[in-house]
């Protein structure tokens, strides 16, 4: 195996200390592991075929359903400010 380090703060450093069951590196490596198959399949080559497929599929739904009044800009910025009000 290859040696990789990172540097963390104090405050995590003291965190994981006190957690001394935890294999560590292997928590790292899983979590790097996890993250680089994330990272792959994001750059990964579109399949042309499958996307204009789904987009097709998409616009038929869209026709299906119809227009519609609602405005989810509205709704959001509903939602923030009740939750700044908290």
Do not use: C, Q
């Not at 790097?32 to 996307?51: F, H, M, Q, S, W």
């Not at 204009?52 to 405005?71: I, K, N, T």
Request: charge should be positive; charged fraction near 50%; proline fraction near 2%.
């Amino acid at each position: 195996m290859e040696v990789v380090s990172f540097k963390v703060d104090g405050t995590m450093k003291k965190r994981m200390a006190r957690i001394r069951d935890l294999n560590w590196s292997e928590v790292l490596r899983e979590a790097v592991e996890r993250r680089l198959d994330l990272e792959e399949r994001l750059r990964a080559p579109i399949d042309r075929r499958r996307a204009l497929d789904a987009a097709r599929r998409m616009d038929e739904f869209r026709a299906h359903v119809g227009p519609s009044e609602y405005d989810s800009t509205k709704e959001i910025r509903r939602w923030r400010d009740l939750r700044r009000r908290s």
